[in-house]
Protein backbone atom coordinates (compact mmCIF):
# COMPACT_ATOMS: atom_id res chain seq x y z
CA UNK A 1 0.00 0.00 0.00
CA UNK A 2 1.13 3.24 -0.94
CA UNK A 3 2.27 5.80 2.27
CA UNK A 4 -0.27 8.15 3.32
CA UNK A 5 3.13 10.80 3.10
CA UNK A 6 5.90 9.93 1.40
CA UNK A 7 8.79 12.16 1.67
CA UNK A 8 12.32 11.96 -0.57
CA UNK A 9 15.70 14.12 -0.23
CA UNK A 10 13.90 17.11 0.82
CA UNK A 11 15.53 20.45 0.99
CA UNK A 12 14.58 24.19 2.13
CA UNK A 13 17.20 26.84 2.28
CA UNK A 14 16.01 30.03 3.00
CA UNK A 15 16.95 32.58 0.76
CA UNK A 16 19.00 34.08 3.91
CA UNK A 17 20.73 31.22 3.40
CA UNK A 18 19.57 29.00 6.58
CA UNK A 19 19.36 25.56 5.35
CA UNK A 20 16.43 24.59 7.02
CA UNK A 21 15.80 21.18 5.71
CA UNK A 22 18.98 18.91 4.76
CA UNK A 23 17.88 16.42 2.42
CA UNK A 24 14.88 14.61 4.41
CA UNK A 25 13.29 11.15 3.77
CA UNK A 26 10.51 9.05 5.39
CA UNK A 27 7.25 7.53 5.21
CA UNK A 28 4.20 8.06 7.04
CA UNK A 29 2.54 4.64 6.72
CA UNK A 30 -1.33 5.10 5.94
CA UNK A 31 -4.04 4.65 9.16
CA UNK A 32 -1.44 5.65 11.75
CA UNK A 33 -0.90 8.16 14.23
CA UNK A 34 2.83 9.32 13.65
CA UNK A 35 4.81 12.00 15.80
CA UNK A 36 7.18 14.10 14.46
CA UNK A 37 9.39 15.50 16.99
CA UNK A 38 12.31 17.73 17.04
CA UNK A 39 13.85 20.16 19.33
CA UNK A 40 12.65 23.68 18.54
CA UNK A 41 14.12 25.02 15.32
CA UNK A 42 15.15 21.69 13.94
CA UNK A 43 12.82 22.07 10.85
CA UNK A 44 9.66 20.34 11.57
CA UNK A 45 7.05 23.79 10.60
CA UNK A 46 9.55 24.16 7.50
CA UNK A 47 7.98 20.47 6.53
CA UNK A 48 4.73 21.05 7.11
CA UNK A 49 4.51 24.64 5.83
CA UNK A 50 5.97 23.02 2.83
CA UNK A 51 3.22 20.06 2.82
CA UNK A 52 0.78 22.69 2.86
CA UNK A 53 1.93 24.41 -0.27
CA UNK A 54 3.14 27.76 2.22
CA UNK A 55 6.82 27.07 1.30
CA UNK A 56 8.75 26.56 -1.41
CA UNK A 57 10.74 23.34 -1.12
CA UNK A 58 14.44 24.04 -2.67
CA UNK A 59 14.81 19.97 -3.83
CA UNK A 60 13.31 16.70 -3.42
CA UNK A 61 9.86 15.22 -3.67
CA UNK A 62 6.67 15.33 -1.11
CA UNK A 63 3.75 12.91 -2.33
CA UNK A 64 0.47 13.29 -0.17
CA UNK A 65 -1.82 10.23 -0.74
CA UNK A 66 0.22 9.34 -3.75
CA UNK A 67 -0.28 12.99 -5.43
CA UNK A 68 3.23 14.81 -5.95
CA UNK A 69 2.76 18.19 -4.29
CA UNK A 70 4.11 19.60 -7.64
CA UNK A 71 2.62 18.05 -10.73
CA UNK A 72 -0.37 17.56 -8.56
CA UNK A 73 -0.94 19.93 -6.19
CA UNK A 74 -4.94 20.28 -6.16
CA UNK A 75 -5.10 16.96 -5.06
CA UNK A 76 -2.27 16.71 -2.79
CA UNK A 77 -4.21 19.69 -0.94
CA UNK A 78 -7.64 18.58 -0.82
CA UNK A 79 -5.94 14.83 1.05
CA UNK A 80 -4.77 16.87 4.13
CA UNK A 81 -6.29 19.18 6.26
CA UNK A 82 -3.98 21.38 8.29
CA UNK A 83 -4.45 22.21 12.04
CA UNK A 84 -1.99 25.43 12.34
CA UNK A 85 -0.01 26.15 15.46
CA UNK A 86 -1.63 29.75 15.81
CA UNK A 87 -4.58 30.76 16.93
CA UNK A 88 -6.44 33.09 13.83
CA UNK A 89 -9.79 33.34 12.78
CA UNK A 90 -11.94 35.93 11.73
CA UNK A 91 -13.76 36.98 15.08
CA UNK A 92 -16.70 38.19 13.88
CA UNK A 93 -18.00 35.14 12.11
CA UNK A 94 -19.63 32.00 14.61
CA UNK A 95 -17.92 28.59 14.50
CA UNK A 96 -20.93 27.22 11.85
CA UNK A 97 -19.83 30.41 9.74
CA UNK A 98 -16.58 29.67 9.71
CA UNK A 99 -16.88 25.76 8.88
CA UNK A 100 -18.99 26.97 5.94
CA UNK A 101 -16.78 29.27 4.44
CA UNK A 102 -13.86 26.90 4.99
CA UNK A 103 -15.86 24.26 3.12
CA UNK A 104 -16.83 26.57 0.35
CA UNK A 105 -12.81 27.60 -0.22
CA UNK A 106 -12.26 23.59 -0.74
CA UNK A 107 -15.66 23.85 -2.85
CA UNK A 108 -17.84 21.38 -1.32
CA UNK A 109 -21.12 21.10 -2.41
CA UNK A 110 -23.42 22.55 0.16
CA UNK A 111 -24.99 18.91 0.44
CA UNK A 112 -21.68 17.10 1.04
CA UNK A 113 -21.36 19.50 3.84
CA UNK A 114 -21.29 18.46 7.77
CA UNK A 115 -20.31 21.60 9.45
CA UNK A 116 -22.59 20.80 12.57
CA UNK A 117 -22.01 16.95 12.78
CA UNK A 118 -18.21 18.38 12.71
CA UNK A 119 -19.16 20.85 15.75
CA UNK A 120 -20.92 18.18 17.67
CA UNK A 121 -18.27 15.84 17.44
CA UNK A 122 -15.93 18.65 18.65
CA UNK A 123 -18.68 19.62 21.67
CA UNK A 124 -18.70 22.98 20.13
CA UNK A 125 -22.09 22.70 19.23
CA UNK A 126 -23.69 25.20 21.65
CA UNK A 127 -21.25 27.47 20.74
CA UNK A 128 -22.20 27.28 16.66
CA UNK A 129 -23.98 30.75 16.55
CA UNK A 130 -22.11 32.40 19.07
CA UNK A 131 -19.45 35.05 17.97
CA UNK A 132 -16.06 33.01 17.75
CA UNK A 133 -14.48 36.18 19.90
CA UNK A 134 -16.61 34.79 22.33
CA UNK A 135 -14.94 31.13 22.89
CA UNK A 136 -12.57 30.31 25.06
CA UNK A 137 -8.93 29.36 23.95
CA UNK A 138 -10.02 25.49 24.20
CA UNK A 139 -12.50 26.06 22.06
CA UNK A 140 -10.94 28.00 19.38
CA UNK A 141 -8.53 25.50 19.28
CA UNK A 142 -11.51 22.53 18.88
CA UNK A 143 -12.59 25.23 16.11
CA UNK A 144 -9.34 24.73 14.30
CA UNK A 145 -9.35 20.87 13.99
CA UNK A 146 -13.11 21.49 12.59
CA UNK A 147 -11.87 24.13 9.78
CA UNK A 148 -9.42 21.13 9.06
CA UNK A 149 -11.75 18.52 8.34
CA UNK A 150 -14.31 20.09 6.32
CA UNK A 151 -13.65 18.55 3.09
CA UNK A 152 -13.30 14.97 5.07
CA UNK A 153 -9.22 14.80 4.16
CA UNK A 154 -7.88 11.13 4.58
CA UNK A 155 -4.79 12.91 7.06
CA UNK A 156 -4.82 15.40 9.27
CA UNK A 157 -1.83 17.12 10.21
CA UNK A 158 -1.64 18.44 13.88
CA UNK A 159 1.47 21.38 14.63
CA UNK A 160 1.32 21.76 18.22
CA UNK A 161 -1.95 20.83 18.99
CA UNK A 162 -1.55 21.15 22.48
CA UNK A 163 1.09 24.13 23.36
CA UNK A 164 -0.23 26.11 26.20
CA UNK A 165 -3.23 24.12 26.50
CA UNK A 166 -4.83 22.98 30.03
CA UNK A 167 -4.20 19.15 31.09
CA UNK A 168 -8.22 18.62 30.73
CA UNK A 169 -8.98 19.96 27.31
CA UNK A 170 -5.14 18.06 26.25
CA UNK A 171 -7.03 14.84 26.94
CA UNK A 172 -10.35 16.00 25.10
CA UNK A 173 -7.83 16.48 22.12
CA UNK A 174 -6.22 13.34 22.25
CA UNK A 175 -9.20 11.43 22.51
CA UNK A 176 -10.69 13.58 19.89
CA UNK A 177 -7.50 12.45 17.86
CA UNK A 178 -7.54 8.62 18.91
CA UNK A 179 -12.01 8.75 17.51
CA UNK A 180 -10.44 10.02 14.23
CA UNK A 181 -7.84 7.53 14.16
CA UNK A 182 -9.89 4.55 14.97
CA UNK A 183 -12.02 5.64 11.85
CA UNK A 184 -9.39 5.43 9.59
CA UNK A 185 -7.86 8.89 9.33
CA UNK A 186 -4.24 9.34 8.94
CA UNK A 187 -3.13 11.75 12.14
CA UNK A 188 0.43 13.68 11.83
CA UNK A 189 1.14 15.54 15.33
CA UNK A 190 4.54 17.57 15.96
CA UNK A 191 4.44 18.30 19.81
CA UNK A 192 6.82 18.77 22.39
CA UNK A 193 4.98 16.86 24.97
CA UNK A 194 7.47 13.19 24.28
CA UNK A 195 4.72 11.49 26.75
CA UNK A 196 2.31 12.20 24.60
CA UNK A 197 4.04 11.15 21.48
CA UNK A 198 5.05 8.03 23.43
CA UNK A 199 1.36 7.43 24.72
CA UNK A 200 -0.02 8.08 20.78
CA UNK A 201 2.27 7.56 18.37
CA UNK A 202 2.70 4.73 16.09
CA UNK A 203 5.75 5.38 14.87
CA UNK A 204 8.37 8.38 15.85
CA UNK A 205 10.43 10.29 13.45
CA UNK A 206 12.85 12.69 15.19
CA UNK A 207 14.31 15.49 13.25
CA UNK A 208 17.40 17.75 14.48
CA UNK A 209 19.23 20.63 13.09
CA UNK A 210 17.37 19.76 9.33
CA UNK A 211 18.26 15.74 9.23
CA UNK A 212 16.24 12.72 10.26
CA UNK A 213 18.10 11.28 13.60
CA UNK A 214 15.71 8.76 13.81
CA UNK A 215 12.23 7.09 12.31
CA UNK A 216 11.12 3.35 13.85
CA UNK A 217 8.28 2.21 15.63
CA UNK A 218 7.68 3.90 19.12
CA UNK A 219 8.25 0.97 20.55
CA UNK A 220 11.33 -0.16 18.59
CA UNK A 221 12.10 3.03 19.31
CA UNK A 222 11.99 2.78 23.30
CA UNK A 223 13.40 -0.85 23.07
CA UNK A 224 16.23 0.72 21.25
CA UNK A 225 17.98 2.40 24.31
CA UNK A 226 21.40 1.49 25.47
CA UNK A 227 20.60 3.00 28.80
CA UNK A 228 18.91 1.48 31.53
CA UNK A 229 18.72 2.44 35.62
CA UNK A 230 19.19 0.21 38.34
CA UNK A 231 17.63 1.18 41.53
CA UNK A 232 19.12 -0.83 44.86
CA UNK A 233 18.38 -0.39 48.03
CA UNK A 234 20.63 -1.93 50.56
CA UNK A 235 21.25 -3.42 54.08
CA UNK A 236 22.89 -0.08 55.80
CA UNK A 237 23.27 3.35 55.95
CA UNK A 238 25.33 5.37 53.54
CA UNK A 239 27.12 8.77 53.63
CA UNK A 240 28.91 8.21 50.06
CA UNK A 241 28.08 6.08 46.81
CA UNK A 242 30.91 3.04 47.24
CA UNK A 243 33.55 3.31 44.95
CA UNK A 244 34.81 1.43 41.98
CA UNK A 245 31.65 0.04 40.63
CA UNK A 246 31.44 0.13 37.12
CA UNK A 247 28.07 1.72 36.29
CA UNK A 248 28.26 4.91 34.40
CA UNK A 249 26.49 6.84 36.67
CA UNK A 250 26.28 6.19 41.06
CA UNK A 251 23.83 8.55 42.80
CA UNK A 252 21.76 8.33 45.95
CA UNK A 253 18.41 8.65 47.25
CA UNK A 254 18.28 9.28 50.90
CA UNK A 255 21.57 6.88 52.69
CA UNK A 256 20.42 3.95 51.77
CA UNK A 257 18.99 3.42 47.91
CA UNK A 258 21.51 3.41 45.00
CA UNK A 259 20.31 5.18 41.60
CA UNK A 260 22.58 3.13 38.98
CA UNK A 261 23.02 4.49 35.48
CA UNK A 262 24.53 1.73 33.18
CA UNK A 263 24.70 0.80 28.88
CA UNK A 264 23.44 -2.73 28.74
CA UNK A 265 25.41 -3.61 26.44
CA UNK A 266 28.20 -2.93 28.02
CA UNK A 267 27.03 -4.35 31.50
CA UNK A 268 24.21 -6.41 32.68
CA UNK A 269 22.44 -6.18 35.64
CA UNK A 270 23.53 -9.19 36.97
CA UNK A 271 26.85 -7.95 36.78
CA UNK A 272 25.97 -4.77 38.81
CA UNK A 273 24.39 -6.56 41.88
CA UNK A 274 27.47 -9.06 42.04
CA UNK A 275 29.97 -5.81 41.58
CA UNK A 276 27.21 -4.37 44.72
CA UNK A 277 27.42 -7.74 46.68
CA UNK A 278 31.77 -7.55 46.21
CA UNK A 279 31.83 -3.94 48.57
CA UNK A 280 30.29 -6.18 51.14
CA UNK A 281 26.55 -4.50 51.08
CA UNK A 282 23.72 -6.77 51.41
CA UNK A 283 21.16 -5.87 48.28
CA UNK A 284 17.87 -6.05 49.87
CA UNK A 285 15.78 -4.61 47.18
CA UNK A 286 16.06 -4.12 43.01
CA UNK A 287 14.01 -2.53 40.49
CA UNK A 288 14.43 -0.92 37.10
CA UNK A 289 13.43 2.10 34.81
CA UNK A 290 13.60 1.87 31.05
CA UNK A 291 14.62 4.73 28.96
CA UNK A 292 11.78 6.74 28.00
CA UNK A 293 10.99 8.64 24.78
CA UNK A 294 12.88 11.82 27.02
CA UNK A 295 16.44 9.89 27.51
CA UNK A 296 16.48 8.79 23.41
CA UNK A 297 15.45 11.92 22.43
CA UNK A 298 17.94 13.86 24.61
CA UNK A 299 20.68 11.48 23.69
CA UNK A 300 19.86 11.79 19.90
CA UNK A 301 19.34 15.58 19.70
CA UNK A 302 22.33 16.18 22.26
CA UNK A 303 24.40 14.04 20.58
CA UNK A 304 24.13 15.50 17.29
CA UNK A 305 24.90 18.76 18.79
CA UNK A 306 27.76 17.68 20.33
N1 LIG B 1 11.38 32.41 6.67
C1 LIG B 1 12.55 32.00 7.16
N2 LIG B 1 13.71 32.58 6.76
C2 LIG B 1 14.89 32.17 7.24
N3 LIG B 1 15.04 31.17 8.14
C3 LIG B 1 13.93 30.57 8.58
C4 LIG B 1 12.64 30.94 8.11
N4 LIG B 1 11.72 30.15 8.74
C5 LIG B 1 12.43 29.33 9.53
N5 LIG B 1 13.75 29.58 9.45
C6 LIG B 1 14.85 28.87 10.15
O1 LIG B 1 14.84 27.53 9.74
C7 LIG B 1 15.11 26.66 10.84
C8 LIG B 1 13.96 25.67 11.04
O2 LIG B 1 12.81 26.39 11.49
P1 LIG B 1 11.39 25.70 11.73
O3 LIG B 1 10.44 26.79 12.11
O4 LIG B 1 11.06 24.86 10.58
O5 LIG B 1 11.72 24.79 12.99
P2 LIG B 1 10.72 24.01 13.95
O6 LIG B 1 11.30 22.67 14.11
O7 LIG B 1 9.35 24.11 13.46
O8 LIG B 1 10.84 24.81 15.30
P3 LIG B 1 9.69 25.19 16.36
O9 LIG B 1 9.41 23.93 17.10
O10 LIG B 1 10.37 26.23 17.18
O11 LIG B 1 8.52 25.71 15.59
C9 LIG B 1 15.35 27.56 12.03
O12 LIG B 1 16.72 27.78 12.17
C10 LIG B 1 14.64 28.85 11.65
O13 LIG B 1 15.24 29.95 12.27
Not at 25 to 47: E, M
Not at 171 to 193: E, N, P
Amino acid sequence: MQPAIEIRDLEKTYSDGKRALKGVSFDVPRGQIFGLLGPNGAGKSTLINILAGLVNKTGGTARIWGFDIDADRRNAKRAIGIVPQEILFDAFFTPFEALEIQAGLYAVPKAERRSMEILRALRLEDKAHAYARTLSGGMKRRLLIGKALVHNPPILILDEPTAGVDIELRQQLWSYVRQLHAAGTTVVLTTHYLEEAEQLCDRIAIINNGEVVANDETHALLASAQEKCLIVTVDRDLDSPPAGLPAEKVEMKGTRQLILTYNRSVLTAGELLQAISATGLGVVDVSTREADLEDIFLHLTQQRAA
